[in-house]
Every structure is written in C-alpha cells, then in structure tokens.
C-alpha cells in the first residue's frame, strides 16, 4: 500500500503560477504511469490533467497544453506539477494518482487533493 500526499496547493490571482507537489509514503516499485487529475465539483468526475509513464512520456489535457509541466523525481518517485498562467477556470482540487503493475494485477494509489483557487 503506498499513501500519497499532496501539497502546494492555494489561493493565486489570474495569471499567477503554482507548484504542486505529490509525494509517496514509500518509494513505491512497478509504477507505470502518474498522474494529475482535477475535481471541479463535488461528485463531479475527476478529469485527466497530466500524465507521465515510467520512460517519461507525457501526456496532457488539451486546456493545460502549453501551461502545465509534469515532471517526476527518480530517486523519491514524488511527483510534481508546475503551473503557470492559471485562470478562474483551473480552480479545483487536484490529486495525484499512481498506477502500479504488479505481475497481473494493476493497483491505482489516490492522493486526498489540494485545493487551487484561482480568483482576484
């Protein structure tokens, strides 16, 4: 079992920027893919952000395109996100999210969120 936590989270004005950061428990094995999703309300489905697979490719969300960078860190496995130019629109709670591939079994690991509100 792996327990993620995020942070970085916060109150930024149009335009500003943010770092989130997703870190594990443990450094966890057999990661396959990470990933940011965001809620934009509650009991609203979770929308795919960014991803990146254990060889580094990545993957974005057409409206984050250009604005948003996911990067990892090799040694701890945490998981980052910076982003940039933000809009009313981004605010919602963020999580990141870890799938693990073990034999044939896959288990998906869920941060608890954080919170981004961008507003003036």
């Known amino acids: 079992q792996v327990q993620l936590v995020e942070s970085g989270g916060g109150l930024v004005q149009p335009g500003g920027s943010l770092r989130l950061s997703c870190v594990p428990s443990?450094?966890?094995?057999?990661?396959?893919?990470m990933g940011w999703y965001r809620r934009q309300a509650p009991g609203k489905q979770p929308e795919l952000v960014a991803?990146?697979?254990?060889?580094?490719?990545?993957n974005y969300a057409d409206f984050v395109k250009g604005r948003f960078t996911i990067s990892t860190d090799n040694i701890k496995n945490s998981l980052y996100l910076q982003m940039s130019s933000l809009e009313p629109e981004d605010t919602a709670v963020y999580s990141c999210?870890?799938?693990?591939?073990?034999?044939?079994?896959?288990?998906?690991?869920w941060g608890q969120g954080t919170q981004v509100t961008v507003s003036s």
């Open positions: 443990r450094r966890p094995f057999a990661i396959s893919t």
């Open positions: 991803t990146i697979t254990d060889d580094g490719n990545t």
């Open positions: 999210n870890y799938r693990q591939t073990l034999g044939s079994r896959n288990y998906s690991y």
